[in-house]
């Protein structure tokens, strides 16, 4: 019967560090672990790690072993010089038997530290075909030349050590991507102003931050109540949790029931995977429900149910799914009146409205306009790369004398049509697509009208200003007069606004 061949130490060895990658997230570490190991499966006396400076062409000691470790790291090698600065130049892996008869080896550095070198095996660590370091071994420990086998195992352990780095520099970069793409989203969701009515709202909403206590926030359209609900959640104990947003009038109940509790393979027509909803994807974090006072009565039960016993059921499921959720909501209609007249269960306005803050329409803090006016203006520039585009004075007085019915997203708007529509230096009261005064609203209806041409007449006439201040932009202004954008597109057909 034949013996199966035992296996070779130094390759396991190499198997067992190829799952390291995968655990091990201190590069230094790793890498440490890389050559110390290399170190002792060829019997090494010393062995080097060297990272390579692009902008300096210098090489430098990033992990060194043997006796001498601490000394060596003290040194720098220009490409070029040396055994490792020639592996840096020419990509090549290098084997020197006897480096006392290579014209290439430069032998201060091991004379400067008191190290006798005989052999040197050299390998360089490419990434994308490009050498950014080399990992070198000096002599082995038993007296015996380094040799091409040794060379075969040193250039996997480098093949390890420069994925091991290219992976930290991607994660580094993501990081640092991640990073920016947060301090940017940070200033679009930053809430500008001054006013006392705008302390309040964020005074409040640090108070409730830190408690568990369900959110209600008030507000008309376009004045940031969902701002105000992202303040609340980076402000708490579940800011490093996910807060998922929904508009719940922004769909039609069985979609609005998917989206928030999800649904099961073939639970219908259409469901042709599993889909996870998303109360379960915000488990210990946030849901935000906006204009939650769209929600129908059917729903209103289901949201009552998930609150109080914190379950509920996938559409087409019959396993409970039990979910730890902090509820902030908001609404611009007036709920009471919507509770008193039945449209709004008063047991799930009480759940939800546990605490209340109003988010104050900008009308409401005048001394704010200005501020947001410059706020929205320094990130279109940002975003078109021109700095020096102001608001001229006359334009800034249009601005702060409007009502803005839509408040602070028909400002931002506003401000992004001038910054397009501008001449590049400054933005002036025609770039602006409002309106000098609200009292025109309405101002040819008439008495002797009917009440439906009057009112036919008013819808036109807003429907225009709307879309005057939106650019045209018929999505944008849906959301400013919080309808569907559907019901506007019928609504500037049957006019003939096209």
């Known amino acids: 019967m034949n013996k199966s061949k035992a296996s070779d130490p130094r390759i396991d060895v190499l198997k067992a560090i190829s799952s390291w990658g995968s655990v091990a997230f201190d590069l230094d570490q790793l890498l440490q672990l890389i050559i110390e190991t290399s170190t002792n499966v060829m019997n090494a006396k010393a062995s080097s790690l060297l990272l390579l400076d692009p902008k300096t062409k210098k090489l430098y000691f990033k992990i060194a072993t043997g006796e001498k470790k601490e000394e060596i790291k003290k040194y720098e090698i220009n490409v070029g010089q040396g055994i490792a600065g020639y592996v840096a130049e020419t990509g090549e892996p290098l084997l020197i038997p006897d480096v006392a008869k290579d014209e290439r080896w430069d032998k201060k550095i091991s004379e400067s530290i008191g190290f006798q070198t005989r052999s040197i095996a050299c390998v360089p660590m490419k990434t994308n075909g490009a050498v950014i370091g080399v990992v070198e071994i000096i002599d082995r420990e038993d007296g015996r030349p380094i040799q091409e086998a040794d060379l075969e195992i040193l250039t996997s352990f480098a093949g390890l050590a420069s994925t091991a ?199 409401e803090r005048r001394e704010d306009i200005s501020l947001l006016a410059g706020h929205f203006l320094n990130i279109f520039n940002k975003e078109r790369g021109t700095m020096d585009l102001k608001i001229s004075p006359a334009a800034m007085e249009k601005i702060v004398q409007y009502d803005w019915p839509g408040n602070v997203r028909e400002l931002e708007n506003a401000i992004e049509r001038g910054v397009v529509m501008g001449n590049g230096k400054e933005i002036l009261p025609e770039d602006l697509p409002i309106q000098t005064s609200s009292s025109n609203y309405g101002g040819d209806i008439q008495v002797g009208m009917s009440l439906k041409n009057a009112v036919d007449h008013f819808k036109k006439e807003f429907i225009i200003m709307t879309l005057n201040s939106t650019g045209g932009n018929k999505s944008k202004a849906a959301k400013v007069l919080d309808v569907q954008r559907t019901y506007l597109s019928r609504l500037v057909s049957k006019y003939n606004l096209n």
């Open 165 to 363: 780095i290219n992976n930290a520099r991607k994660f580094n970069a993501v990081k640092k991507e991640n990073k920016n793409l947060k301090e940017e989203l940070g200033n679009r969701y930053e809430i500008v102003g001054e006013s006392e009515a705008i302390r309040k709202a964020i005074g409040d909403a640090y108070k409730v931050a830190n408690s568990k206590a369900s959110t209600l926030i008030s507000g008309e359209s376009g004045t940031g109540k969902e701002l105000l609900a992202r303040l609340i959640h980076r402000a708490g104990p579940r800011k490093d949790k996910p807060l998922v947003v929904i508009n719940c009038g922004a769909l039609p109940e069985t979609l609005l029931e998917a989206e928030l509790f999800g649904y099961e393979k073939g639970s219908f027509t259409g469901a042709v995977t599993k889909k996870i909803g998303m109360f379960e994807m915000a488990d210990e974090g946030s849901v935000f429900l906006d204009e939650v006072g769209e929600m129908s009565p059917t729903m209103q039960v289901k949201l009552l149910r998930v609150l109080q016993e914190g379950i509920f059921y996938s559409v087409g499921g019959n396993s409970p799914i039990s979910v730890d959720v902090r509820v902030i909501s908001a609404t611009n209609k007036e709920i009471l009146r919507e509770v008193s007249e039945g449209r709004f269960r008063e047991d799930l306005y009480y759940r939800l409205n546990v605490v209340q803050i109003h988010m104050p329409a900008l009308r």
